[in-house]
């Protein structure tokens, strides 16, 4: 993770004058990324890992979004849709992850709320043993 940042920040600063590179190469760390997390699965449970190929594969779609925007003969009409597909991937990555993270939340206060439940019947399935005694 620290050399992916590495070397997302060293193309950032050392390239900014070659835009076109610099999302090429950009583009090429994304998607080795994507396919080291596809065939390594370096996160424990099986759906962190399917959320972070999903993360990294909208980002990947991002960046290739970005190579046709960067492109000065397309037309204007045509880079607008494109920056327009941009957002839309965007807003999308956002929204289901949070829908993602309200959903666990979810399911964790269900659980929390089940836990309480037992250990209260419990508490009260004792407290009417000792007075039967």
Same mark, same amino acid.
């Given at each position: 993770?620290?050399?992916?940042?590495?070397?997302?920040?060293?193309?950032?600063?050392?390239?900014?004058?070659?835009?076109?590179? =610099?999302?090429?190469?950009?583009?090429?760390? =994304?998607?080795?990324?994507?396919?080291?997390?596809g065939?390594?699965?370096?996160?424990?449970?099986?759906?962190?890992?399917?959320?972070?190929?999903?993360?990294?594969?909208?980002?990947t779609?991002?960046?290739?979004?970005? =190579?046709?925007l960067?492109?000065?003969?397309?037309?204007?009409?045509?880079?607008?849709y494109?920056?327009?597909?941009?957002?839309?991937?965007?807003?999308?990555?956002?929204?289901?992850?949070?829908?993602?993270?309200g959903?666990?939340?979810?399911?964790?206060?269900?659980? =929390?709320?089940?836990?309480?439940?037992?250990?209260?019947?419990?508490?009260?399935q004792?407290?009417?043993?000792e007075?039967?005694?």
């Open positions: 993770m620290m050399r992916r940042a590495f070397i997302v920040l060293l193309l950032f600063f050392k390239m900014s004058k070659n835009s076109g590179i =610099q999302l090429i190469l950009l583009m090429y760390a =994304q998607i080795s990324y994507t396919i080291f997390i065939l390594m699965k370096p996160y424990a449970e099986k759906f962190d890992n399917k959320i972070e190929l999903f993360n990294e594969t909208l980002a779609y991002m960046l290739m979004s970005m =190579q046709v960067n492109d000065p003969s397309k037309p204007s009409l045509s880079r607008e494109i920056g327009y597909l941009l957002l839309g991937i965007t807003a999308f990555l956002i929204i289901s992850n949070i829908v993602i993270i959903w666990f939340m979810i399911v964790d206060i269900k659980h =929390q709320c089940r836990l309480r439940y037992k250990v209260l019947y419990v508490k009260n004792l407290k009417k043993r007075q039967v005694i």
